[in-house]
């Protein structure tokens, strides 16, 4: 069975920073590539970063230069840490996971969301 399970969101002042953590159980994690969505109250979810391998992420420009993307294959974790939040980062955030080999069926597997607050 697949689980992604988030941990790490809050509440933030603007300027700060939060980590979030994802631990991937029930796949060959390191096939995959894993990436972050939120989806800001009454807006639909939107890409954030995403990692497929080690390096080579992809942001969305609202974000770049302040969120970091990595993961830990050897914990199964992915991991996102965001830097001078603004309140227009409010968000509930998704961890992703997706196959990345040649031919896979494209399954997405989401995590449950971690709310992340900022206050101006």
């Known amino acids: 069975q697949v689980s992604l399970v988030e941990s790490g969101g809050g509440l933030v002042q603007s300027g700060g920073s939060l980590g979030l953590s994802c631990v991937v159980s029930?796949?060959?994690?390191?096939?995959?590539?894993v990436g972050w969505y939120r989806q800001p109250p009454g807006k639909q979810r939107e890409m954030v970063a995403l990692?497929?391998?080690?390096?080579?992420?992809t942001y969305a420009d609202s974000v770049k230069g302040r969120f970091t993307i990595s993961r830990d294959n050897a914990k199964k974790t992915v991991y996102l840490q965001m830097n001078n939040l603004k309140p227009e980062d409010t968000a509930v955030y998704y961890c992703?996971?997706?196959?990345?080999?040649?031919?896979?069926?494209?399954?997405?597997?989401w995590g449950q969301g971690a709310q992340v607050a900022v206050s101006s």
């Open positions: 990692l497929t391998g080690t390096s080579n992420p």
């Open positions: 029930g796949i060959t994690f390191s096939l995959y590539r």
């Open positions: 992703n996971a997706i196959p990345a080999w040649s031919g896979a069926v494209p399954h997405n597997y």
